[in-house]
């Protein structure tokens, strides 16, 4: 019979400025209460826990997965090694699910990571795959390390085989090093991105019917206006070419272009929600929020990486920053989730 054997993070006795953990007495076998557990492994039960001093941080990335691979991936699999987690809406999943799918709507989700502690397989959809997205970085976020973490790649939709035609691809960003020649670059790029999405909230938002979800978008888009600003004072030290620029003439200048194959952002609002069953608003709702979700996901990826690739500089904090405020932009976007599909 096989059990988990837990890897156990201890600090190196050498490494001055950190303490061992308390309760943590010589000769006695540390638990799970005394220290946190940062991975397992399944050996034969009545192991202790694998002490490592310099153990390494091995969170795994998020990984894709498609509709058709789903049924050999649960295959190799026992039941209790996987949990496919459904995170739309209570309605959304009345009306039709994945077999065998757990449902918790994203709104909840952060209040029941403990229970999916206890799963070393976990694999989120959607409707599109948006918001499994964010559910996927909240896991990695908050899980064990060595938890794999899937996101399925088109949602609900996909896996039923039909077309999910009113989401549209963003463009890539590949924010690493490799991706731009200059810092002026990375942040023009920065900015672009920021206004690309003032342009989707104020689309959005001439169309909304729902009050709260017109104040939400209106909020969103006057703070995307003011990241940009904050972007150009940076880009004004980087680059003498904008030093005496007009911030309003230069982000007024950009297009805001994000779209793979030229559509723009205006255009994509105003088909939204129009090839759902009945047209109603819920799925504009619906539609709105998974895209403007993927938006703000892009732009934290983006942001945190380029606080990588300029870490120890002036830039770092500045785009840490940036990152944590896209985090909590999402937040905002998924307490509108109940108000589109109850």
Do not use: D, I, S
């Given at each position: 019979m096989l059990c988990r054997t837990y890897f156990i993070r201890l600090p190196r006795l050498t490494d001055r400025g950190k303490k061992w953990p308390r309760r943590l007495v010589p000769g006695r076998l540390p638990t799970l209460n005394?220290?946190?557990?940062?991975?397992?492994?399944?050996?034969p039960c009545g192991n202790f826990p694998l002490i490592l001093a310099n153990y390494k941080d091995t969170t795994m990335p998020i990984e894709s997965i498609y509709p058709e691979e789903l049924p050999a991936f649960s295959a190799k699999l026992k039941e209790a090694e996987y949990t496919l987690v459904d995170v739309r809406q209570p309605g959304e999943y009345r009306e039709g699910h994945i077999p065998g799918s757990r449902l918790l709507p994203l709104p909840e989700i952060e209040g029941h990571l403990d229970e999916l502690a206890t799963t070393p397989n976990l694999v989120f959809y959607c409707r599109s795959g948006a918001r499994s997205q964010v559910a996927a970085n909240l896991a990695q976020a908050n899980l064990p390390a060595g938890t794999r973490i899937l996101n399925l790649i088109g949602g609900f939709t996909?896996?039923?085989g039909r077309p999910l035609a009113d989401?549209?691809?963003?463009?890539?960003?590949?924010?690493g090093r490799e991706s731009f020649d200059t810092t002026s670059q990375a942040?023009?790029?920065?900015?672009?991105?920021?206004?690309?999405?003032?342009l989707f909230y104020q689309a959005a938002e001439s169309k909304a019917t729902s009050p709260k979800m017109a104040a939400t978008l209106a909020t969103l888009g006057k703070v995307e206006r003011t990241h940009a600003r904050v972007i150009f004072h940076r880009l004004q030290r980087a680059d003498a070419e904008y030093a005496h620029q007009n911030f309003e003439t230069c982000f007024d200048g950009l297009s805001g272009d994000i779209l793979e194959g030229g559509e723009s952002l205006e255009a994509v609002v105003a088909r939204l929600g129009s090839l759902g069953p009945d047209g109603t608003d819920g799925d504009f709702c619906l539609s709105v929020t998974e895209l403007a979700l993927m938006i703000e996901t892009a732009a934290y990826d983006l942001y945190k990486n380029l606080a990588g690739v300029h870490a120890g500089t002036e830039l770092e904090p500045v785009f840490l920053e940036l990152a944590e405020d896209e985090l909590k932009h999402q937040r905002l976007l998924v307490r509108l989730l109940p108000e589109c599909a109850a």
């Open positions: 005394n220290l946190k557990h940062v991975g397992y492994v399944f050996t996909a896996w039923e989401m549209p691809r963003l463009e890539v960003f590949a924010p942040l023009l790029r920065a900015m672009e991105l920021e206004k690309a999405a003032q």
